[in-house]
């Protein structure tokens, strides 16, 4: 039986300022959202060859995503985290991504978070 193995890159309570909400007054003021993002690479960290071109480089992926969150207003942390997702996927080149995006807007609890995996 073979079993696959797969190398991981992982960027963890990375700060996100962005302006986003259903009411049009949340919307209006700018707050940080944290994100967790974990991205699979399609070769295997000893074929990189100790080589920055041979994997994700995770200060540029940093700053596409707080660029990304940053661009425009929107009402749904899952409109952001599934335009994340696909930012990751078109101009990083992982074999998957997975988001998890956290909100901290309700009294009483820690966050809200949505999280999504994508091919």
């Known amino acids: 039986m073979r079993t696959e193995t797969y190398d991981c890159i992982h960027l963890r ?3 996100l300022p962005t302006r986003i909400g259903v009411p049009d ?6 707050q940080t959202l944290s994100a967790d993002v974990t991205l699979r690479l399609s070769a295997h960290f000893e074929q990189m060859h100790d080589e920055l071109a041979g994997t ?6 940093a700053l596409r995503l707080r660029v990304l969150a940053a661009d425009r207003p929107r009402a749904l942390i899952e409109t952001l ?8 996927l078109a101009e990083f080149g992982p074999s998957s991504v997975t988001i998890e995006l956290r909100k901290r807007i309700i009294p009483g609890t820690d966050h809200v978070a949505v999280s999504l995996t994508r091919p």
């Open 13 to 15: 309570g990375l700060e």
């Open 25 to 30: 007054e949340e919307r209006a003021a700018w």
């Open 56 to 61: 994700v480089d995770y200060a540029a992926v």
């Open 81 to 88: 985290a599934a335009e994340m997702a696909a930012c990751l």
